[in-house]
């Protein structure tokens, strides 16, 4: 199992660009997420996929989109890219609705100029 | 909304030290209380996590206690080791259409010097 995995790593993009961060699970998991982490303000949910077809948003959801085609993977798209949305970003995943320990990606590092 | 405060920020210890990290949480309405560690350029993955039934719950150096009444849960780190240095991160979560959603507190950078 290689877990949840995300692509890219690093990323640096120019304000009003778009791009979308990828990540997928191969672990069955119904449930997906996306946070961003910044300094001093621990992990923030973005939005959240409890199956396939089904999202909504977290906390910071403005400035970006979701969809989830299939259980495996859980885009995240950013429409046009601000300074603000500098951060590092994770997905997670947890196997159902009931059992909460949830397993987090590598994560990618973004960075808007 | 704060939600989670976490305390203290960053705690410097020596090896063999019992470093203790607090969160307090006002979401009466939360059911499960974990610690999640994450070292530096790696996702957080779970530490060690307790559910409201019970006040204490040890698993191997690392203990959490939990006081329902106070709205405060603990982390403590027996004979702490260079190899902890890392942040720590309470993250409840729980309670109607939730789904597990995690509400994370502000994070502990926690030193173990050798």
């Known amino acids: 199992n290689a877990g949840v995995t995300q692509t890219p790593k690093f990323q640096v993009l120019k304000t009003g660009q778009s791009m979308t961060l990828q990540c997928a699970q191969d672990m069955n998991h119904e449930y997906m997420s996306w946070y961003r982490q910044d300094p001093g303000m621990g992990l923030r949910l973005i939005h959240y996929?409890?199956?396939?077809?089904?999202?909504d948003q977290g906390e910071v959801p403005n400035g970006y989109n979701v969809s989830r085609s299939t259980t495996e993977d859980f885009p995240l798209r950013l429409l046009s890219a601000a300074p603000s949305q500098t951060s590092v970003y994770f997905c997670?995943?947890?196997?159902?609705?009931?059992?909460?320990?949830?397993?987090f990606g590598p994560g990618t590092r973004l960075t808007v100029t | 909304q704060q939600q989670v405060k976490q305390s203290p920020q960053s705690l410097i210890v020596q090896k063999g030290g019992i470093p203790i990290i607090n969160c307090a949480y006002e979401n009466t309405a939360f059911d499960y209380f974990p610690w999640y560690q994450q070292f530096p350029g790696k996702g957080p993955a779970l530490l060690i996590a307790?559910?409201?039934?019970?006040s204490e719950k040890k698993e191997g150096r690392f203990t959490i206690s939990f006081n329902k009444s106070a709205k405060q849960f603990s982390l403590h780190i027996m004979d702490s080791q260079p190899g902890d240095s890392a942040t720590y991160f309470c993250a409840p979560s729980g309670g109607g259409t939730s789904y597990g959603k995690l509400t994370f507190g502000q994070g502990t950078i926690l030193t173990v010097h050798p």
């Open positions: 996929s409890v199956g396939a077809g089904i999202t």
């Open positions: 307790i559910r409201p039934d019970v």
């Open positions: 997670a995943s947890k196997p159902g609705l009931a059992r909460d320990e949830q397993y």
